[in-house]
């Protein structure tokens, strides 16, 4: 069964940093782009940020200069280091990824279970 597993979520101070973690498991032959995007509670899920294949980034206004996105694509992880955290980054934080597999041989969209970052003094 192939699913996308985060980790690292946690608390911390405002100003402090974070790294989150999201590893594909699974019958994969290939992943395309992945990204992380975040859930406040009364909010919509809004994208933090996104990286191809090719490791072009996007990120979010509100987090531009103080996120990073990368991925090791050997492991199949992607990863998403946060620093200088604020309290309205306080989020659940889900991991999604274009991921083919030996299942169905095509490409499909899959998230995360999510990780809860909370920021609070």
């Known amino acids: 069964q192939v699913q996308l597993v985060e980790s690292g979520g946690g608390l911390v101070q405002p100003g402090g940093s974070l790294r989150l973690s999201c590893a594909a498991s699974?019958?994969?032959?290939?992943?395309?782009?992945m990204g992380w995007y975040r859930q406040a509670p009364g909010n919509q899920r809004e994208l933090v940020a996104t990286i191809t294949g090719s490791g072009r980034m996007k990120y979010a206004d509100s987090v531009k200069g103080r996120f990073t996105i990368s991925r090791e694509n050997a492991k199949n992880t992607v990863y998403l280091q946060m620093n200088s955290l604020k309290p309205e980054d306080t989020a659940v934080y889900f991991c999604n990824a274009d991921l083919g597999t030996t299942t169905v041989w095509r490409i499909q969209n899959y998230w995360g279970q999510g990780t809860q970052v909370t920021v609070s003094s």
């Open positions: 699974g019958s994969i032959f290939s992943i395309g782009d």
